[in-house]
């Protein structure tokens, strides 16, 4: 079955620190790959997405993603952090052609002034 | 734009009680989704539809059942309320599964006591 395994469940972070967030999943066929974020009290957005083509993929507020394959995986990075990224971060999978999306369990980060 | 919306926001069911949360969008979505959010465990996918008149099981659909007899609209209807459902669910939809940006509700909070 399809699943996805955010390594990281607590980041904790100082200001300017770098980052990156793991990400695998177990699907064979063809994927699209999404990064959430979620701050505290609000919803999920989105951060960035990859369906195809360059497999380094950049999102908003400084993030960006590679996809590689034959690792299954699709690492969230941001250079530098700042206190306002403390928030929770879903990496997601969806099978190319069925539909099914499915979520990670989340990693919290939480960023020192 | 109301996007995605969800009711009700709030509600505490008492054991064996039954209720429905109701989700429309306004966007002429395909793809529609019901997760539950709980802490430390992430999105998980109850049920979701690919189109009007067709559903599907997700990770945790025991519990549950949903209808979706118009493109708008994908209830979640909880049968025999238990204290395991418990939870913030949320809605979501999207127009394709080959990487749009999925919408998300604001979600609803669920107590069984």
């Known amino acids: 079955a399809q699943s996805v395994s955010q390594h990281n469940h607590h980041v904790i972070l100082s200001e300017a620190a770098s980052l990156e967030l793991g990400c695998n999943y177990s699907?064979?066929?063809?994927?699209?790959l999404f990064w959430y974020v979620q701050y505290p009290g609000q919803h999920l957005q989105l951060l960035l997405k990859?369906?195809?083509?360059?497999?380094l993929v950049k999102g908003i507020k400084g993030f960006e993603a590679e996809f590689i394959k034959s690792k299954f995986s699709f690492n969230l990075r941001k250079p530098s952090v700042q206190w306002s990224d403390t928030a929770e971060y879903f990496c997601a999978v969806n099978e190319g052609t069925g539909g099914k999306l499915i979520f990670g369990q989340g990693t919290t980060l939480q960023v020192k002034p | 734009n109301a996007g995605v919306t969800q009711t009700p926001k709030f509600r505490i069911l008492k054991i064996g009680q039954s209720m429905t949360l109701q989700c429309a969008q306004d966007m002429n979505h395909n793809y529609m989704y019901w997760y539950r959010q709980d802490p430390g465990m992430g999105l998980k996918l109850i049920y979701y539809s690919v189109g009007a008149g067709i559903t599907d099981k997700g990770e945790v659909p025991n519990g549950y059942n949903v209808s979706r007899s118009t493109t708008e609209d994908f209830p979640l209807r909880l049968e025999l309320a238990a204290p395991s459902q418990t939870s913030v669910y949320f809605c979501?939809?999207?127009?394709?599964?080959?990487?749009?940006?999925?919408?998300f509700g604001e979600g609803s909070w669920l107590t069984v006591v």
């Open positions: 990859y369906f195809s083509g360059d497999p």
């Open positions: 979501a939809s999207t127009q394709t599964s080959t990487g749009n940006t999925i919408y």
């Open positions: 699907y064979g066929g063809t994927v699209n």
